[in-house]
């Protein structure tokens, strides 16, 4: 009886190991040095900057960031006249006027990123069905966000021999499944860069996901401040309230 149930229980726990075996094969993203990491962690206002610029000047064709107000980017570290030059070059449905109709005008700080499409089943139309996810929250949203989205912008590649790829379908090794919709975006020298830094995939991806980053937690550094001062004064507090125990006892024999 107890040889039964023991064969049992290896049968069960072989079975349950089978969809795990099977999974061997998808490769993880490699893990990048981030300077926003760690309990000092902060943000390199400098990658942000050209991240913010790879995303106006490619990822902005298709993926939105409806979460982000222009008047915002004064966090990367750009002059309030600086933004609104920034928002300026972009154009906005406001309305309605006192005609009662809609009308264009030149978006403002306070405007929220513009989308490349009016719409989402527009969107949908351009992109053979498929809806562009908003970047706003995109690194909250996957795990361990900032090293997956580096990982799908530098992991494209020709398929392995024996895969065959549908009209529109790409093959990424760090995308699960490795089929993917998105074309390529980035590639070297697609982005001019002011500053000298490497014109490269892996530099671009760097740098738009310290954007991405900051776009979807611009109060990581003050939390990381409030959380040290938290600490220092926990210890400071523990410290005073041993020595009153002490005195408070020292006379109790």
């Known amino acids: 009886m107890k040889t039964t149930i023991l064969s049992l229980m290896v049968l069960s726990l072989m079975a349950f190991s089978v969809p795990v075996m099977a999974s061997g094969d998808v490769e993880h993203p490699p893990h990048q040095h981030w300077h926003f990491n760690g309990m000092t962690g902060q943000f390199d206002k400098a990658a942000m900057q050209?991240?913010?610029?790879?995303?106006?000047?490619?990822?902005?064709?298709?993926?939105?960031?409806?979460?982000?107000?222009?008047?915002?980017?004064?966090?990367?570290?750009?002059?309030?006249?600086?933004?609104?030059?920034?928002?300026?070059?972009?154009?906005?449905?406001?309305?309605?006027?006192?005609?009662?109709?809609?009308?264009?005008?030149?978006?403002?700080?306070?405007?929220?990123?513009?989308?490349?499409?009016?719409?989402?089943?527009?969107?949908?139309?351009?992109?053979?069905?498929?809806?562009?996810?908003?970047?706003?929250?995109?690194?909250?949203?996957?795990?361990?966000?900032?090293?997956?989205?580096?990982?799908?912008?530098?992991?494209?590649?020709?398929p392995p021999h024996g895969h065959e790829l549908l009209p529109g379908q790409n093959w990424n090794k760090y995308m699960p499944g490795h089929v993917i919709a998105m074309a390529p975006p980035l590639s070297d020298g697609v982005v001019a860069y002011d500053d000298g830094s490497p014109q490269t995939v892996e530099q671009y991806a760097h740098d738009v996901v310290n954007f991405l980053v900051w776009a979807a937690d611009p109060y990581l550094e003050a939390r990381k401040r409030l959380g040290i001062s938290v600490l220092i004064f926990l210890l400071v507090f523990t410290g005073i309230m041993y020595s009153v125990k002490k005195k408070i006892w020292s006379d109790v024999h």
């Open 50 to 158: 050209r991240g913010l610029k790879v995303y106006r000047e490619v990822c902005s064709a298709c993926h939105s960031m409806k979460r982000v107000a222009y008047r915002n980017l004064v966090d990367l570290g750009y002059t309030e006249d600086q933004v609104k030059n920034i928002a300026a070059e972009y154009t906005v449905t406001d309305g309605p006027n006192d005609e009662g109709e809609m009308f264009d005008r030149p978006a403002r700080p306070s405007d929220h990123f513009v989308s490349p499409y009016p719409n989402e089943n527009a969107a949908k139309a351009v992109n053979n069905g498929a809806l562009p996810p908003d970047l706003s929250l995109i690194v909250k949203a996957r795990h361990d966000g900032p090293n997956y989205v580096f990982g799908i912008l530098t992991g494209y590649e020709e």
